[in-house]
């Protein structure tokens, strides 16, 4: 929230006056909400008609959210214009800047989506990475070491990569929502389980409350299938 607070020392009435705060590029466009203490009408640009103000004060009141990407301070510049003759103008911008301090609750879910797993058949996990936000996560990371009974890996997420059984995702920045993984490998064919397996995510941003756990881990039994046959002849 930007209190702008427009001061007339007189004598005079100021005719015309118009407020411009124009330097909100680090704002959700649809959040933005401007409002005159006098009832003057506010667009979101921001741009507010005050009209004519008389000796004394009028305030303007922009409400706003920070987008979830904005990690540097933000700084908002505003400025008052009149018709009527101003005999100190100098004093007709004011700035402020505001750090920004990002949080985002990151969280991972681990599922095996071949359930149970049989041995001598493909299993596929699915790994779902999420950002409660509000703020996007940078440096997102996934470390995953896969049993070593699952052979022939494959990922099918960009930015990650097999070294051995163990699965490792430069995710980068991710926005608030969620991204899915999937990974998909053989079952050894005389493995009796049981079959687990767990995942980690971090991000170098601060994760606030952090109420999304940052491991996942599932374990499922294996269920050997056998189909035998007998000929006699």
Known sequence: TYTLTVTNLGPSDAQAVIVADT????????????SASNG????TTVSCALGTVAPGVVTVTIDGTVLASVTNP???????????????PDNNESSVTTDVTPVADIGIVKTLL??????????????????AGPSDAADVTVADLID????????????C????????????????????????G?????????????????TSTDEGVDESPNSSSVTEQAAPDADLGLIKT
């Open 23 to 34: 330097t909100l590029s680090d704002l959700d466009p649809a959040s933005i909400v401007a």
């Open 148 to 159: 070593p009974a699952v052979t022939g890996l494959t990922v099918d997420a960009a930015g």
């Open 40 to 43: 003057a009408t506010c667009d």
């Open 114 to 131: 071949t359930s149970p797993p049989v041995p001598g058949t493909p299993v596929t996990y699915q790994l779902v990475v999420t950002n």
């Open 74 to 88: 933000i700084v908002n510049s505003a400025s008052v214009d009149s018709s009527t003759d101003d005999p100190e």
């Open 186 to 202: 053989d079952l050894d064919e005389a493995f009796l389980g049981p079959l687990t397996n767990g995942a980690l995510v971090d």
């Open 161 to 184: 990569s097999f070294d051995g059984q163990l699965l490792g995702c430069a995710l980068g920045i991710v926005a608030p929502g969620s991204i899915t993984i999937l990974v998909t």
